[in-house]
C-alpha cells in the first residue's frame, strides 16, 4: 500500500468513525478544533535568540535590551540567510588578497630603493651603468 492509498484509507476510515460518534462527543471535538486554531492563529512570542545563562524560559535575556536588538537581528539574518555569508566570505577573502598584494608591492619597492641605495653609495664610474653586462649582475646580484 502506497501513500496515496493509505491517506485514503485513513480519511475512509474517519469518515466512517464520525457517523457513529454520539453528539456530545462531535461537539467536544468541534469546540478543541475551534480553540486550537485560535490559539495557532495567535501569534506567538519568539524565542529570544539569546538568553542567559540560568535565565527561567519567559526571561527575555539580552532581547529586552535596545542597545542589542540590531545585533540579534543581524545574527537572525546571518542565520537564515546563505547568499550573506557566501558574499561576507568572498569579500574577506578579497579584503585579503588586496592587503597581501599591498604589502608585497610596498615589499618590492622597499627592495628596489634598498638596491638604488647600495649602487648610488658605492664609489662606480659612470660608466658602469652604461655596460650591457652591468644589467645582468644587477639581477643575478638581487636574487
Do not use: C
Request: charged residues 20%; aromatic residues 8%.
Amino acid at each position: 500500500m502506497n501513500e496515496e492509498n493509505w491517506g485514503t484509507f485513513i480519511r475512509q476510515h474517519l469518515d466512517q468513525a464520525i457517523r457513529y460518534t454520539p453528539p456530545e462527543a462531535s461537539e467536544r471535538l468541534a469546540k478543541a478544533r475551534r480553540e486550537a486554531l485560535l490559539v495557532q492563529r495567535q501569534p506567538s512570542q519568539p524565542e529570544p535568540a539569546v538568553r542567559l545563562v540560568g535565565a527561567p524560559a519567559g526571561h527575555k535575556g539580552l532581547a529586552g535590551h535596545a542597545a542589542v536588538a540590531p545585533l540579534l537581528a543581524f545574527a537572525a539574518l546571518w542565520q537564515r540567510s546563505r547568499s550573506l555569508r557566501l558574499t561576507t566570505a568572498a569579500l574577506v577573502i578579497i579584503l585579503g588578497m588586496a592587503i597581501a598584494s599591498h604589502f608585497k608591492t610596498n615589499y618590492d619597492i622597499e627592495r628596489q630603493a634598498e638596491l638604488d641605495i647600495a649602487l648610488l653609495v658605492e664609489d662606480l664610474p659612470p660608466a658602469i651603468f652604461y655596460d650591457e653586462g652591468f644589467d645582468g649582475w644587477l639581477v643575478y646580484s638581487s636574487l
